[in-house]
Nanobody
Framework: QVQLLESGGGLVQAGGSLRLSCRASTSIFSINVLGWYRQVPGKPRDLVARITSGGNTNYTDSVKGRFTISRDGAKNTVYLQMNSLKPEDTAVYYC??????????WGRGTQLTVSS
């Protein structure tokens, strides 16, 4: 069982920056993949960025060059640094962990609102 707790969401103006944090209840190096997803009402939850246990990262095209995923093993935390935010980035952001067993775990989500 992996518990994930997100923090850092809020209201920010377009062009601004924000960092999301997701703290895991277990060593993040025991987790195969850590990722951030986002969801707006009426739409599916989409991948934003992910990082593997080996440190490889992937980003959805719309955030490349603006968002950076990183991790801190000492704090069992994965971060999503978001720069040059746009109104279309407004969503609930969810932290995801894929354990070695293949089981997916989700946080409760944190709301990001980007005003124009």
């Amino acid at each position: 069982q992996v518990q994930l707790l997100e923090s850092g969401g809020g209201l920010v103006q377009a062009g601004g920056s924000l960092r999301l944090s997701c703290r895991a209840s277990t060593s993040i190096f025991s987790i195969n993949v850590l990722g951030w997803y986002r969801q707006v009402p009426g739409k599916p939850r989409d991948l934003v960025a992910r990082i593997t246990s080996g440190g490889n990262t992937n980003y959805t095209d719309s955030v490349k060059g603006r968002f950076t995923i990183s991790r801190d093993g000492a704090k069992n935390t994965v971060y999503l640094q978001m720069n040059s935010l746009k109104p279309e980035d407004t969503a609930v952001y969810y932290c995801n962990a894929v354990a070695g067993t293949g089981v997916n775990y989700w946080g409760r989500g944190t709301q990001l609102t980007v005003s124009s």
